[in-house]
Structure formats: C-alpha cells, structure tokens
T-cell receptor, first 113, second 113 residues
Framework: KQEVTQIPAALSVPEGENLVLNCSFT??????LQWFRQDPGKGLTSLLL?????REQTSGRLNASLDKSSGRSTLYIAASQPGDSATYLCAVPISGGYNKLIFGAGTRLAVHP | KAGVTQTPRYLIKTRGQQVTLSCSPISGHRSVSWYQQTPGQGLQFLFE???????NKGNFPGRFSGRQFSNSRSEMNVSTLELGDSALYLC???FGAGQETQYFGPGTRLLVL
C-alpha cells in the first residue's frame, strides 16, 4: 500500500532563504510525482509534475527532484518570499489506478519579512 | 482557458439531509476526480469518472456517490449527512489518459450542523 510522508510538517523562515521540502513514498513503482501548493481554504495549484523517467523539473524559483530508487522527492524553493507562504503537498498516482492520487499531509510554510 | 469550477462554494446543511456538489472540468478534459479534505485525514480520494464511467473508487461509504454527464461535468451526492462529512470537497480534472497532471478547482466547503 502506497504511503506518502512529508517532512517537515511546518516551517517558518525569514524572507530570502533557500528551502528544501521533502517527500517520501513507500512504493517506488510510481509513474510520476506531482507537487501542489494550497493557500488557506483554497483549492490546489499544480506546481510541478515529474515523470518517473526524469530526475528534475524546474519552474521559476522552484526545482523538484525525484529519486525513485530511494523513494524520495525534494522541492527546492530559491530566495523565498512572503508570497510563498502556503501548504505544499506532494502526491503520487496509484500504480494502475489511473488518476487516483495519494497525498502527503503537506508542509505548512510561513515566510516572514 | 477557464479553470476547473465548482459550485456552490459554501454550503451549510443539517444532519440527515442530502447534498449535491457540481464540478465543471477544464474544456477538453474527460476525467474528473473527487477528493475530501479534512484537518484530521488530509486529502482522501473519493472517486474518478472518465467518459461517464466510474473507473476508480476510494474507501467511502455508499452514502457518497457521483456521476458524470456527456459534457464531462460531474456531480457528487452525499445522502444522510453526518457531522463528520464536514469538509472541503475538491474536484480535479485531467485530459484522461491516466496518471497525468491534474488541475484542481477551488473546492466546496460543506458544514454539517
């Protein structure tokens, strides 16, 4: 049974710091991994999707890496800003489960000026 | 291109009532998935519809049901509401081939009194 864990659960940093958020999964037979952002009370915004054949994916100040063999992904946020404050979630699809995603509990990030 | 829309955005119901939530996917997307998000359980998969057929179902009681129409719009219904059904209900759409980027709507906040 696939389980997804995110560490840390919460993070508070001053503006300008470079951050690393971690995501681990128990079943390495994944097709891809997706990172989302969720603002309080809102829906999820897709940030990055990494296919299993890829090692990294970048979008602006965000960089996500994937190591299937160790069951890990990291989301790197460069030069954090107060607008980055949100909960970040990673999710993997169930093998053979079409679009059924298993989510981690998320990392709640607060970037203060 | 318009994003995923969900209606209504907020609902207050009492125990024992039933409720219907609606989701309109991104134009051209044929897959719609539903998730329940609560502080205690996080994001949990309810079901997925593709071309009017349910092709995946999560571990929820039969009180939770859904359907998809020929225009890919989807509805989910919860009958005999319980206090524990209070949650943010999110739908996500994708093109439909499976295991691809999913785009989430803003959610419907349901409060059961």
């Amino acid at each position: 049974k696939q389980e997804v864990t995110q560490i840390p659960a919460a993070l508070s940093v001053p503006e300008g710091e470079n951050l690393v958020l971690n995501c681990s999964f128990t079943d390495s037979a994944i097709y891809n991994l997706q990172w989302f952002r969720q603002d309080p009370g809102k829906g999820l915004t897709s940030l990055l999707l990494i296919q299993s054949s890829q090692r990294e994916q970048t979008s602006g100040r965000l960089n996500a890496s994937l190591d299937k063999s160790s069951g890990r992904s990291t989301l790197y946020i460069a030069a954090s800003q107060p607008g980055d404050s949100a909960t970040y979630l990673c999710a993997v699809p169930i093998s053979g489960g079409y679009n059924k995603l298993i989510f981690g509990a998320g990392t709640r990030l607060a970037v203060h000026p | 291109k318009a994003g995923v829309t969900q209606t209504p955005r907020y609902l207050i119901k009492t125990r024992g009532q039933q409720v219907t939530l609606s989701c309109s996917p991104i134009s051209g997307h044929r897959s719609v998935s539903w998730y329940q998000q609560t502080p205690g359980q996080g994001l949990q998969f309810l079901f997925e519809y593709f071309s009017e057929t349910q092709r995946n179902k999560g571990n929820f009681p039969g009180r939770f049901s859904g359907r998809q129409f020929s225009n890919s719009r989807s509805e989910m219904n919860v009958s005999t509401l319980e206090l524990g059904d209070s949650a943010l209900y999110l739908c996500a759409s994708s093109f439909g081939a499976g295991q691809e980027t999913q785009y989430f709507g803003p959610g419907t906040r349901l409060l059961v009194l």
